[in-house]
Nanobody
Framework: QVQLVESGGGLVQAGGSLRLSCAASGRTFSNYVMGWFRQAPGKEREFVAAMSWIGSPTYYADSVKGRFTISNDDAKKTLYLQMNSLKPEDTAVYYC?????????????????WGQGTQVTVSS
């Protein structure tokens, strides 16, 4: 059974940075793709970034392109989301997700496994 545990959220001022981590366990993830999604209060969960566990390709939402970077450490079985130049509109609960596939998807319905989420709050 795949388990995903996010960490690294918190309160940060606009323009600041945070790095989210997602510890993955229960499988060898070489045949998986990983994604980050977020959900702001009163809004639907939306795609942020995705990558194949082996490294490429990577995809980003237009709203975060150039500011966020998705990466992983295979030895630590950990997925990361480096978030720079944060804006108040980035405030949301951020979720890590996994899907047994060879091609990253932007569609949350394609992901079978989800973490519990970590709160990111960006103050203006």
């Amino acid at each position: 059974q795949v388990q995903l545990v996010e960490s690294g959220g918190g309160l940060v001022q606009a323009g600041g940075s945070l790095r989210l981590s997602c510890a993955a366990s229960g499988r060898t993830f070489s045949n998986y793709v990983m994604g980050w999604f977020r959900q702001a209060p009163g809004k639907e969960r939306e795609f942020v970034a995705a990558m194949s566990w082996i490294g490429s390709p990577t995809y980003y939402a237009d709203s975060v392109k150039g500011r966020f970077t998705i990466s992983n450490d295979d030895a630590k079985k950990t997925l990361y989301l480096q978030m720079n130049s944060l804006k108040p509109e980035d405030t949301a609960v951020y979720y890590c997700a996994a899907d047994r596939s060879n091609w990253p998807s932007r569609n949350l319905a394609d992901y079978d496994y989800w973490g519990q989420g970590t709160q990111v709050t960006v103050s203006s």
